[in-house]
């Protein structure tokens, strides 16, 4: 986990906790507040930072902990949701992968099979070259 991320981990702690040295409350616990509780400018936590996805995900869950409007157990259900897509994705990126790594063997086998038929064929030239050698007759000797 980069620095910036685990400072945006703890301020996100610091305002679950009531405990922020920056944002003065009231405050509402949202990308802003985070970021600015981190030391960083408004705007700096957003969607299109994919490393960024899961403390987005904590910051909503923390802004609906805070206001009531989700429990712990909504929490919990909403996290084992999350893992069982996440592991569905995993599971359907790792067929994807045996199909492309089964792809790129048969290729890698055809591209060799014919970098051999070309040696062949390389060879069968060099040799007719040298038998038809023997039949020419050189004038400029």
């Not at 592991?87 to 492309?100: G, P, Y």
């Amino acid at each position: 986990m980069s620095k910036a991320v685990e400072k945006l981990e703890a301020a996100l702690q610091r305002l679950i906790d009531g405990k922020t040295l920056i944002v003065q409350p009231p405050y509402r616990i949202n990308n802003d507040a985070v970021a600015l509780e981190a030391g960083l400018k408004r705007g700096s936590v957003n969607k299109q930072r994919p490393e960024l996805a899961s403390l987005l995900i904590k910051i909503k869950e923390a802004e609906q902990i805070r206001t009531g409007k989700a429990t712990a157990k909504e929490i919990g259900a909403n996290k084992k949701a999350q893992k069982k897509a996440d592991k569905e994705e995993i599971q359907e990126l790792k067929e994807q992968l045996k199909a492309l790594e089964d792809k790129y063997m048969a290729k890698l086998s055809e591209n060799n099979s014919l970098i051999y038929q070309n040696h062949l064929l390389q060879k069968q030239l060099k040799e007719a070259k040298e038998s038809l050698e023997k039949y020419i007759v050189k004038f400029n000797n």
